[in-house]
């Protein structure tokens, strides 16, 4: 039997992955919107986001677990 719950929880480390991803992409998005980012910050924010990036891939490509 494969019911939808499992196939979501079938890989818990690339779920956390894809949240943090989705947490620094919000927090750059809500960010600029309010204007108050120094050049400095808006590229350490949009560089944690092209990280979270870099590890979700990373992990697809040692786990095989794309979804
Ligand atoms: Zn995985």
Known sequence: MC???TRLVQCLEHARLEEE???AR???RNLSRLRTLSRQDERR???AVAMAIARIKEHIAAH???R
Do not use: F, K, P, V
């Open 26 to 28: 919000d927090r750059l």
């Open 3 to 5: 019911s939808l719950s």
């Open 64 to 66: 095989g677990c794309e």
């Open 45 to 47: 924010l949009a560089d």
């Open 21 to 23: 991803y989705l947490a």
